[in-house]
């Protein structure tokens, strides 16, 4: 077997017939009928089903074609890792970051991968819930996640900083003239909060919690600008990481007492290549504070040269 056959394979399942296939792949039919055949032959199974409508992989064949479909993409890792050594990494680079964490450190770290590897397609989202981050980790769709630390914290994620939570107040405040504002002090405050599965809405929960508070939800919105936006006109305070409070409203927001923080992680695949080791390097080199907080999740900062991923997150 080889990987061509492989690859022509995987062109006959997704366009559905040889002439398509030869089409896509830019080769003559008969070619691609040959390797066909021959894989077959070779493997002593029938992986395409011939139909009125074209070639349907067959049971056997649908198996068959997840591991070629993983062996192509490890080949093409493999041929980026090369490259790499010659500053031409090309491809896209997939990275999901939790919603306002890392939002000052992130730019600053992708615009010096991008110097370094200009051929680089870089494609970042953000995502509020660790529930479907871990989902998107499960079907291999991260090359690597940007997020908080929690209960189920792998022990080879890398461990980036902290990030300090500060309380945003409508202007006019009467707390706005402290430094720094109790916990206690919002306990009659309406609170304009994140979707129910947002981690930073767990955040908020637990530091009430911690404080004895039960929060009075004015509004729930799924954005950390938004929730910004909308405690500065007044609709009521807001708990965000301080590097995801928008430029223009500094002057509005206030460290709280106890201090609150979350540990920042990154989780790379488990066959991480340049990209993301690089991205992870570049990363390193930002500034990170390092807070203590009795709100912020165990872990235990990870200095290995490993650049093993999480269990979850399996290209």
């Not at 165990?298 to 490993?306: F, H, R």
Request: some cysteine; hydrophobic content about 45%; aromatic content about 4%.
């Amino acid at each position: 077997m080889s990987l061509r056959q492989f690859e022509y394979a995987l062109a006959v399942a997704e366009e559905g017939s040889v002439t398509a296939a030869a089409e896509a792949l830019h080769v003559a039919q008969p070619s691609v009928s040959q390797q066909i055949r021959g894989l077959e032959r070779e493997l002593g199974v029938e992986l395409f089903a011939r139909t009125p409508t074209g070639l349907v992989p067959t049971v056997v064949g649908r198996v068959f074609l997840r591991e070629a479909q993983s062996a192509v993409n490890a080949a093409r890792r493999a041929r980026a890792a090369a490259r790499a050594g010659a500053d031409e990494l090309v491809g896209e680079l997939v990275v999901a970051v939790q919603m306002g964490f890392g939002t000052r450190q992130l730019p600053g770290a992708l615009s010096a991968l991008r110097r370094r590897f200009p051929r680089l397609e870089v494609t970042v989202f953000e995502e509020p819930s660790s529930a479907e981050l871990e989902r998107l980790g499960r079907r291999g769709a991260l090359d690597l996640a940007l997020m908080a630390a929690c209960e189920r914290t792998p022990a080879d994620a890398h461990h980036l900083g902290d990030e300090e939570f500060v309380v945003v107040l409508g202007a006019g405040h009467p707390l706005l003239g402290a430094d720094r504002v109790a916990l206690r002090d919002l306990a009659r405050e309406p609170w304009v909060r994140f979707d129910r599965d947002s981690a930073l809405d767990g955040v908020l929960l637990e530091v009430l919690r911690e404080n004895e508070m039960t929060p009075a939800t004015a509004a729930r919105v799924s954005q950390t600008a938004t929730a910004v936006r909308w405690a500065a006109h007044g609709l009521g305070v807001t708990l965000v990481p301080a590097s995801a409070v928008p430029h223009g409203h500094e002057h509005l927001v206030r460290p709280v007492s106890p201090a609150v923080s979350q540990p920042v992680i990154a989780v790379l695949r488990n066959d991480a290549g340049p990209a993301e080791t690089t991205l992870l390097a570049f990363l390193r080199q930002e500034t990170w504070p390092e807070i203590l907080s009795p709100f912020a999740c165990a872990l235990e900062a990870e200095d290995t040269a490993s650049m093993k991923s999480a269990e979850f997150l399996v290209r």
